[in-house]
């Protein structure tokens, strides 16, 4: 697909779409363009589904790697059957609880889908995003839309149009802007394919909310990697780096905050001795403890409430970039709730650079 030479940057209100604006991105969708769209977790870049060319653009766009599947984006529970031949009935009981919304689900016999949408597995992503722009687009398109983050693969996820346009633009024909996405990290991947459901991305929705409908849960041991080597990846962001900033990130990971900040402080010193500019990544809880230290200091909201950390937590990875930092000491924290999803991303970030406290 012939890349866009100018990417137009179209305002849209949440609160009441313009549903002009809304049709021609749809109608781009339609005719195999590419748009970037806001949802409640990320902004996404969509393609449409059913057509392979237009798909291999977003990866052509992203630079992402051909075996890494993309989830699909559809506009109700009663669109799904269109596209898997069998949706089993706990479908149903997910889908009342958690769509519209962060939740996307790994089902068998998407057979619709070209190898290129679901990276040569006979299991399809699916999921009904929960932002009115999104739904607005993909029912403008009439077509089941294809979208990873927008954004250049292994980079932090964009969380507002600005961050897309400095990824992608010129390569993409044009982005809605929603304003801020809301959450923070994207959504929550869960395998329901086999006989336990396993959580194979963690996300907006927690594993707790999840049992709490299914019973008990598995947790794919990969969520706790900072990297899965071989195979095909079974979702987005299992196998390759992903959610990066420029400068090498270290992830500090430890339950006594003290002990924490003592080794990251340790390691910043022996970093700005060898001449190296140093960010720490921390929390409102620790963050005094590194005052007049002379190290760019980026607080992500609150360690004791995650919700507010996932949704800082890409703009700050970028602000580092803008910071021109060398390395970036980052302050784990305790994987409950959001913060499984946190530290997942943090650990992917650090491409497995990791200290255990």
């Given at each position: 697909m012939e890349k866009a030479r100018?990417?137009?940057?179209?305002?849209?209100?949440?609160?009441?779409?313009?549903?002009?604006?809304?049709?021609?991105?749809?109608?781009?969708?339609?005719e195999g363009g590419l748009v970037a769209f806001p949802t409640e977790t990320v902004y996404g870049l969509g393609a449409n589904a059913l057509d392979a060319r237009a798909v291999t653009g977003i990866f052509e766009a992203k630079g992402r790697p051909a075996d890494n599947p993309l989830i699909v984006h559809i506009d109700s529970l009663r669109t799904l059957g269109r596209y898997v031949y069998k949706v089993p009935p706990v479908v149903s009981r997910l889908a009342s609880r958690f769509w519209p919304g962060?939740?996307?689900?790994?089902?068998?016999?998407?057979?619709?889908?070209?190898?290129?949408?679901t990276g040569g597995l006979d299991t399809v992503a699916v999921r009904v995003p929960a932002h009115p722009v999104a739904l607005e687009l993909?029912?403008?398109?009439?077509?089941?839309?294809?979208?990873p983050s927008a954004n250049v693969s292994g980079r932090p996820s964009p969380t507002t149009a600005a961050h897309v346009l400095e990824d992608l633009s010129g390569k993409i024909a044009l982005v809605?802007?929603?304003?801020?996405?809301?959450?923070?990290?994207?959504?929550?991947?869960?395998?329901?394919?086999?006989?336990?459901?396993?959580?194979?991305?963690?996300?907006?929705?927690?594993?707790?909310?999840?049992?709490e409908v299914l019973g008990p849960v598995e947790v794919d041991p990969a969520v706790n990697a900072s990297a899965v080597d071989g195979g095909c990846p079974r979702?987005?962001?299992?196998?390759?780096?992903?959610?990066?900033?420029?400068?090498?990130?270290?992830?500090?990971?430890?339950?006594?905050?003290?002990?924490?900040?003592?080794?990251?402080?340790?390691?910043?010193?022996?970093?700005?001795?060898g001449g190296h500019k140093v960010g720490i990544f921390t929390y409102s809880e620790t963050a005094s403890l590194y005052d007049g230290k002379g190290y760019s200091v980026i607080v992500a909201g609150?360690?004791?409430?995650?919700?507010?950390?996932?949704?800082?937590?890409?703009?700050?990875?970028?602000?580092?970039?803008?910071?021109?930092?060398?390395?970036?000491?980052?302050?784990g924290m305790t994987p409950d709730g959001l913060g499984m999803a946190v530290m997942n991303r943090l650990r992917r970030a650090s491409g497995g650079h990791v200290v255990t406290i």
């Open positions: 100018k990417t137009r940057h179209l305002v849209v209100d949440p609160r009441q779409p313009d549903v002009a604006l809304i049709k021609e991105a749809g109608a781009i969708l339609r962060p939740l996307t689900l790994v089902l068998r016999g998407g057979h619709v889908f070209h190898p290129v949408v993909i029912r403008a398109a009439g077509v089941p839309v294809a979208a809605l802007d929603g304003g801020p996405s809301g959450l923070g990290v994207e959504s929550t991947v869960l395998d329901i394919s086999g006989d336990c459901p396993v959580i194979l991305r963690p996300g907006g929705t927690i594993l707790r909310d999840l049992e979702s987005p962001g299992m196998k390759y780096a992903h959610y990066a900033p420029r400068a090498t990130l270290i992830l500090f990971d430890g339950h006594d905050q003290r002990r924490v900040v003592a080794a990251v402080l340790a390691e910043a010193r022996r970093f700005a001795a609150q360690r004791s409430e995650p919700g507010t950390v996932a949704a800082l937590l890409y703009e700050s990875l970028r602000r580092f970039d803008c910071l021109d930092v060398d390395v970036i000491l980052a302050e």
